[in-house]
């Protein structure tokens, strides 16, 4: 089975690498592929043949620095597997989205997606502090030159603003892994059981893991560089960013949060305030949206804030909300953004108050957008029904107030979700662009198919990710 995870960790790197190197269009979109899927094949496999124990299994090490205890090393458990598996998925989807696009150099774009999924793979399956911030480092290059060299608009502007932020604050990660270094004598994440600090330093250093994730979620205030990154970036990007890199963020609090439980019942509250005041603000944002991707954008933005605040909640059920809501919104942020490059190809504009009247013209894309509205809407049966009401069991737990916030900002994101249905697929056309709106077919159909099956599955089945994983949230004691 070591085997196995090293294949799966590596595909990505010696694709990106082949491709590079080779230079040939029709080898490049072969290598893309197969690479993706080797990654995603082998950790459903490893997913499907966990041990019912605790800690990291299939572990790959290799000795680094000897004198700071620090290895080359990854592992896979019951935590980080979903989110690996979900990154895999992504990039399938993102490679086959950005072939179905004129993309000039093709084969530098596809070698920079397959980068960057082997490092956001790296990041999430890192078994040390110090490997953890690396990978977290290296995802930068690659995702800046895809949205500098690939985006539209001003997109050297966006990129420079998404690496700002995210460079900026990844001071705090660092700081946050050298006071564990130099509290506990090592980098690995169960030192992070043998803090011996007071409460004042420990907060201190709580936050400052903090703003370094919360930057990547991103949680309002720190989201000023998410609008242009993901409007003017290339489609696939958006989805790859909105569905994977986001949850870099949600995936680090989710590794540390468990033991800093004094801190939260101090100034928990607090950042879970904030989360939900993340939550609504950007759910009104969404409301007011005619453009749909930016539409889209601002919902993304929306949910990932109620996801921390159920993580903050300091509750089993808040923690594992968190883990089965960030892949729940993983897929349907891909299908949403994957419909509105959709409409853009085939309409050549995002504005939705110009289409209309598409309920009986294109039935198999009116069935999937529906079932993914009801799901991001949270009917009962579907994906995002079981991950919020543990969100929301979990925040009204840890406050009541703070639970009735967060059924405010459910309530917008269903008005949000309703209108935007509504203004696509039922009012009266604003104008000819609905007559260029054609159905969904071919590879199209599978991926919506593929999306559809997930979010029903994971809506009757949610134990698939967290039934397993309920242990490693035992720090708490809540």
């Known amino acids: 089975m070591m085997e196995l995870l090293s294949l799966a960790i590596i595909s990505p790197l010696l694709g990106g690498l082949l491709i590079f190197l080779i230079k040939d269009r029709r080898f490049s979109k072969f290598i893309s592929y197969l690479s993706s899927l080797i990654s995603l094949i082998a950790f459903f496999v490893l997913f499907l043949n966990f041990e019912k124990t605790g800690g990291f299994q299939h572990v790959i090490s290799l000795e680094w620095i000897p004198a700071w205890r620090v290895n080359i090393e990854f592992g896979l458990d019951k935590f980080n597997a979903p989110f690996a598996i979900l990154t895999s998925l992504i990039s399938i989807v993102a490679i086959h989205l950005s072939l179905r696009t004129a993309i000039e150099r093709v084969e530098n774009y596809l070698s920079l997606i397959l980068l960057l999924q082997f490092t956001v793979i790296g990041f999430y399956l890192s078994t040390n502090l110090f490997l953890f911030f690396i990978f977290y480092e290296a995802m930068l290059p690659p995702a800046f030159f895809l949205i500098y060299r690939w985006g539209t608009g001003d997109s050297y502007r966006a990129a420079f603003k998404f690496l700002i932020y995210t460079f900026a604050f990844s001071i705090f990660l660092f700081i946050g892994i050298i006071g564990v270094f130099m509290a506990a004598g090592s980098f690995s994440f169960e030192s992070l059981k043998e803090l011996n600090l007071s409460l004042q330093d420990k907060t201190l250093l709580y936050l400052a893991f903090f703003l370094a994730f919360a930057v990547k979620i991103p949680i309002v205030p720190l989201h000023g560089w998410l609008r242009d990154a993901y409007y003017l970036s290339p489609t696939p990007i958006t989805i790859f960013m909105s569905a994977v890199m986001g949850k870099m963020g949600i995936y680090g609090l989710l590794r540390v949060t468990p033991y800093f439980s004094d801190v939260l019942l101090e100034i928990g509250w607090a950042i879970i305030l904030l989360c939900l005041i993340s939550f609504i603000y950007a759910a009104f944002l969404a409301l007011n949206q005619r453009d749909m991707k930016l539409l889209f954008s601002y919902?993304?933005?929306?949910?990932?804030?109620?996801?921390?605040?159920?993580?903050?909640?300091?509750?089993?059920?808040?923690?594992?909300?968190?883990?089965?809501?960030?892949?729940?919104?993983?897929?349907?942020?891909?299908?949403?953004?994957?419909?509105?490059?959709?409409?853009?190809?085939?309409?050549?504009?995002?504005?939705?108050?110009?289409?209309?009247?598409?309920?009986?013209?294109v039935p198999v894309l009116v069935f999937f957008t529906f079932a993914f509205v009801m799901a991001m809407g949270g009917f009962p049966g579907l994906s995002y029904f079981n991950g919020e009401i543990l969100l929301l069991s979990g925040i009204f737990r840890h406050s009541v107030i703070l639970g009735f916030l967060a059924i405010i900002g459910v309530a917008i994101g269903v008005v949000y979700l309703c209108y935007f249905f509504y203004r696509v697929f039922l009012k009266k056309p604003g104008s000819d662009m609905s007559l260029l709106v054609r159905d969904v077919r071919g590879f199209e159909f599978v991926i919506f198919s593929v999306f559809f099956i997930i979010t029903l599955y994971l809506g009757l089945n949610p134990s698939f990710v967290i039934g397993q994983v309920e242990n490693i949230f035992t720090y708490y004691g809540r």
């Open 299 to 361: 919902m993304s933005l929306s949910h990932v804030g109620i996801i921390t605040a159920g993580l903050l909640s300091g509750t089993l059920q808040g923690l594992n909300g968190s883990l089965l809501q960030s892949i729940n919104h993983g897929v349907l942020a891909a299908s949403f953004f994957y419909l509105a490059e959709i409409f853009k190809r085939q309409t050549k504009s995002y504005d939705m108050d110009r289409l209309g009247a598409l309920s009986k013209r």
